[in-house]
Each structure stands twice: as C-alpha cells, then as structure tokens.
C-alpha cells in the first residue's frame, strides 16, 4: 500500500531534524513527505529543505498564516489541508497527518500498512505517544487505548473521504474517529508503536486555547451532561481541576453565540449514543 504524509510545521527547529530522519530511515519510506512550513520565524524551513535536497519525494511548501496565534485545531489543519491540496491521490491507499516533534520507530509504517491490509474495515490506524520523564520514557497522560492521537493519524483514502476529511477546528482529532465510527469503520490503537513525542501538547498554544476546549464539546453535539463528564476527566487528566471552569464556560459561550457543528443532528444522535455506551462499560469494568 502506498502512503503520503502531510507535515504541518511551525517554528519546529528543535525537533525536525530528528522527526525526518525517523522518516527517512523508515524501513517502508512514504510515496511523498509533504512539509507545510505554516510561517515559522525560526529556522524550520531551511532544515526542511536540506532534507528536501537528499530525498526527491520530501516536498517543503511555505503557507503565510493570516494570524501568528497558535490554537489547537484549526490552524495546524489549515496547514495540512493547504499541504493536501497539492496531492494527486489517484494511486495513494493511506493518507498521514504527522506533527514535527515525533520520532517514530524504524518499522512504524510498515507495521500501519500491516494493520490496513490485514484489517479491511481498519480506518484510523496509529501506535501510542510517549513523552520523556526524567531519563525515562513513559506513556502521554492524554493516551486513551481507543484514540489515536493527532500528532500521528494514518487514514485509509476511503475513510477519509466518508468523514469529508479533515475540519480546521478545535475537535478534529475527535469528530474524526467518531464518523469513521459512524460509518462503519474501526479506529485501531498499535500498543507495541511506541511514538516518542518530544515537545509536550499544547506547549505553544494561546491561553484561550482553554475555552476552546469547551466550544469543541458543543461542536461535536455532546450535549451539556456529556460535556460535564468530559470535562471533568480531561481537567482531571491534565491535573489542572480548574480547567474544569473554563471548559464550561466555553461551552456555553459556543451555545450562546451559535458557533457552527462538526457534525449533522444525524451524527450527534450517535455520537451522543456512543459516548454513553463508552461510559457505562468504563463503569462496568471499574465495578467488575
């Protein structure tokens, strides 16, 4: 199976390096590597290039953002979606999103296309992000075992296009397994793909960020109980119980302002159904 991967980039001089040479010592190197240079004011760009120069199917693009503020979602998926828009997917089988502060293992996407082709209903394939504890490397908090983190995301091309791609919004990284889900599609978690994740998540982000968290609760149609309980768990997860707060409050302001859905009133009924499905076998198996 062929795959591409489409890197958004922003002021990622510490870490590229390292993530493309994860990449080019693959031991099943991509059809393509699209790097999306979205405005960097640091050296990224030239790095890029300099592996650009040595492997003819590494592409390097420069996107000129409108706004230099960096919230989670939308702006890094502007910069994928620019990348996409060069790609001819005609011959393509496995679509990548890949952030620029990874390093992968030798066999990463050998062991993806593995999973694809043993698994035909295997829409959303990833391995598991682990970030540097003193001299130890050990598994990201924000790790769920059925979630696949958006730092590293490998889409089969007709899932992808069912869930309409990806959406430039806060949320994405979640909506896009639940209508994989919606149409019948597996979301599949490698335990033995361990990812270390060199910059820690959201490191960069704008302090609104925190709002926004809120605001993607009301977009994928949670509903107000739901979003409690999600709050609740990821404040809990991140060890900052006051976030709590603020995910609230940016749920209401969406519901206020009538900030537009990531999914129809057809998908929130099952996104709402699945989630309380999710929930009570979580119970049952603390219970039992």
């Known amino acids: 199976m062929n795959y591409v991967i489409i890197m958004p980039a922003y002021n990622e001089q510490d870490f590229i390096y390292s993530t493309l040479q994860s990449i080019v010592k693959q031991s099943v190197q991509p059809t393509e590597l699209i790097i999306v240079d979205d405005n960097s004011t640091d050296n990224t760009i030239s790095i890029a290039r300099d592996f650009a120069q040595s492997y003819p199917w590494i592409k390097v693009i420069h996107k000129a953002s409108q706004s230099s503020v960096h919230l ?17 997917l005609d011959n393509i089988d496995i679509i990548v999103k890949l952030d620029a502060d990874l390093i992968l293992p030798s066999d990463y996407f050998e062991q993806i ?39 590293f995301k490998a889409y089969r091309k007709q899932c992808f296009i069912d869930i309409n791609a990806l959406q430039a919004a806060m949320g994405w990284d979640t909506v896009d397994e639940l209508l994989a889900r919606y149409y019948h599609w597996q979301v599949v978690t490698l335990k033995h793909l361990k990812v270390k994740h060199l910059k820690p998540t959201g490191a960069n982000y704008d302090k609104t960020a925190r709002y926004k968290q809120g605001s993607s609760f009301y977009a994928l149609r949670y509903g107000l109980a739901i979003t409690a ?60």
Not at 126 to 141: H, V
Not at 259 to 275: D, H, N, S, V
């Open 72 to 88: 989670p979602g939308s702006k890094v998926i502007q910069a994928f979606n620019f990348g996409l828009k060069l790609l001819e």
């Open 113 to 151: 296309i593995l999973e694809f082709n043993n698994n035909p209903k295997a829409g959303i394939v990833g391995g598991f992000a682990y970030i540097k504890n003193k001299d130890k490397w050990i598994k990201e908090n924000l790790t769920d075992s059925e979630h696949v983190r958006g730092a």
């Open 229 to 288: 309980i999600a709050a609740v768990k990821l404040a809990s997860k991140k060890n900052k119980p006051l976030l709590f707060i603020d995910y609230i409050k940016g749920y209401y302001k969406a519901k206020k302002e009538k900030q537009p859905f990531l999914a129809t009133e057809k998908q929130g009924e099952f996104i709402r159904k699945y989630r309380w499905t999710k929930m009570k076998e979580k119970i049952k198996k603390s219970i039992f």
